[in-house]
Antibody
């Protein structure tokens, strides 16, 4: 059974960089699939952040592209998200997820982790 | 950037049929996927590629897509279907990316 688990600080200061990691179990990232990040501000809808293939090929949401970096560490079977220059608008539950291709829906999701941006 | 428009809310009585729409320019030319999200939980895929159901999703969930509107239909609605529903497409523009609709809250009366 594929499982994804997000981890990282729950509180980030404005203007700093948000960093999250998604640990994958039950499947080897190096075997394929796209690995992505989606967020959801409290009480609001889903926003796709971006995704990465095990080879390192990436797609990003154009509205966040200038601030986002997604990377993969196949040796640790995990992938990461970095979002720079955060503001209160970046406060959200952040989900990691898997899809067989960038344009197809996600079949496995993490439980999500709340990140609050506040001083 | 491609925009998907969903009604904020839909209400239906138990046993009736709920229809949730997702509007977009020529959305019929794209593959539409639908997620169900209950409070405090991650989204669950209920329909993919317009009208296919993942394993384990009841036949009561179906989808269609034509012209400028995609529709998720839930037949014989149950109390357990109350949730937020999101449509998703792939915007294959010069900067390809995933787009989500704003979401629809389904209330079972």
């Amino acid at each position: 059974q594929v499982q994804l688990q997000e981890s990282g600080p729950g509180l980030v200061k404005p203007s700093e960089t948000l960093s999250l990691t998604c640990a994958v179990s039950g499947y080897s990232i190096s075997s394929g699939y796209y690995w992505g990040w989606i967020r959801q501000p409290p009480g609001k809808g889903l926003e796709w952040i971006g995704s990465i293939y095990h080879s390192g090929s990436t797609y990003y949401n154009p509205s966040l592209k200038s601030r986002v970096t997604i990377s993969v560490d196949t040796s640790k079977n995990q992938f990461s998200l970095k979002l720079s220059s955060v503001t209160a608008a970046d406060t959200a539950v952040y989900y990691c997820a898997r899809s067989s291709a960038a344009m197809v829906p996600c079949d496995y999701w993490g439980q999500g982790t709340l990140v609050t941006v506040s001083s | 950037s491609y925009v998907l428009t969903q009604p904020p809310s839909v209400s239906v009585a138990p046993g009736q049929t709920a229809r949730i729409t997702c509007g977009g320019n020529n959305i019929g030319s794209k593959s539409v996927h639908w997620y169900q999200q209950k409070p405090g939980q991650a989204p669950v895929l209920v329909v993919y590629d317009d009208s296919d159901r993942p394993s384990g999703i009841p036949e009561r969930f179906s989808g269609s897509n034509s012209g400028n509107t995609a529709t998720l239909t839930i037949s014989r609605v149950e109390a357990g279907d109350e949730a937020d529903y999101y449509c998703q497409v792939w915007d294959s523009s010069s900067d390809p990316h995933v787009v989500f609709g704003g979401g629809t809250k389904l209330t079972v009366l």
